[in-house]
């Protein structure tokens, strides 16, 4: 039996790089939102705007969003060891796990508050609110550049985070609309209206984190990949007669994992279809992590590639 083993790092540094750009941006987000989100309450309490405390309660999951990602990325950067071999990569998914399931739970409390004061809006200090939401939109403004400026669209966390700015940017404005309505009009309705609106906003991303997240829990394949087409490609290869136990799932955000079985017809360089198998999904698909089992048609000898690109 043959063995062929080969561990490439080659994308470490641009990999090192990201990953210090993002847990940088959320430092950041996570002082910025901190900082506001206490003038916010502040300022809710003042003008008894129920618009600008629910902002506020996101607010308050934002950081809390921002802080538990930071932890993870420092879990994330720990070694592995004999009883997780992976490290704690997976650490990072339960934390936006954590953030979604709280931003169901605050936007249905902001609905139940809301509902409250249907009946009888109070008297809310329009002017104080105004400034107040002004102020924080353009505070999740900047805070969403910051974030932008990581890596969104691979890493779970830094999404989720960047989904809750969105949804206090969107609760900024519309509360500084509410606010518009209650000096010019008198409309005090406006403002359980428009903590409606923001809860709705909070309920939604907090869905999608929360999707997201048990789907990479569930070993579910990561977004945007093809199956069939890998295992098209993979049957194109000269001397591949079959593919079979194709697997491929997320350790954690920009960290997929494949394993399969390749049928072959016997007498060929084994060593040879491996690397061409890895180079093939490394190159064409970019996942990181291979282990490739090589099957004779009429033998039961098996080879098998285990690379960590």
């Known amino acids: 039996m043959a063995h062929s083993h080969d561990h490439s790092h080659g994308h470490g540094h641009s990999h090192d790089h990201s990953h210090n750009a993002n847990k940088k941006a959320l ?14 309450v502040i300022g809710g309490l003042l003008t008894n705007s129920l618009a600008l405390l629910s902002d506020a309660g996101h607010m308050l999951s934002d950081a809390v969003s921002l802080g538990v990602g930071l932890v993870a990325f420092k879990f994330g950067e720990k070694m592995a060891d004999e009883a997780r071999t992976f490290g704690y990569k997976r650490f990072e998914i339960l934390a936006a796990l954590f953030n979604g399931v709280a931003l169901i739970v605050i ?30 939109m353009m505070v999740n403004i900047i805070v969403a550049w910051i974030l932008m400026k990581g890596d969104t669209s691979e890493n779970l966390n830094l999404r989720a985070a960047f989904l809750h700015v969105l949804g206090d940017l969107l609760g900024s404005v519309g509360a500084i609309v509410a606010a518009l309505l209650i000096i010019f009009f008198g409309w005090n309705l406006a403002d359980p209206i428009a903590s409606v609106l923001v809860s709705l906003l909070i309920l939604l991303s907090g869905w999608r984190v929360t999707k997201d997240a048990v789907h990479v829990l569930m070993e579910g394949k990561p977004q945007g990949t093809d199956v069939e087409e890998i295992k098209k490609k993979l049957l194109g290869l000269a001397l591949v007669k079959d593919v079979h136990d194709l697997h491929i799932w997320s350790i954690t955000s920009d960290f997929p994992s494949l394993s399969c079985h390749l049928v072959v017809s016997s007498g060929n360089d084994r060593d040879m279809i491996l690397r061409e198998a890895t180079d093939l999904l490394h190159n064409e698909f970019s996942i990181k992590h291979t282990t490739v089992q090589i099957e004779g048609e009429s033998s039961d000898i098996k080879d098998t590639e285990d690379c960590c690109n």
């Open 27 to 40: 430092l950041i987000s996570f002082l910025f939102i901190s900082a506001y989100m206490v003038a916010e």
């Open 107 to 136: 936007s249905l409390y902001i609905l139940w508050e809301a509902y409250q004061r249907f009946s009888d809006p109070p008297g809310v200090g329009s002017v104080g609110m105004l400034i107040v939401a002004a102020i924080g």
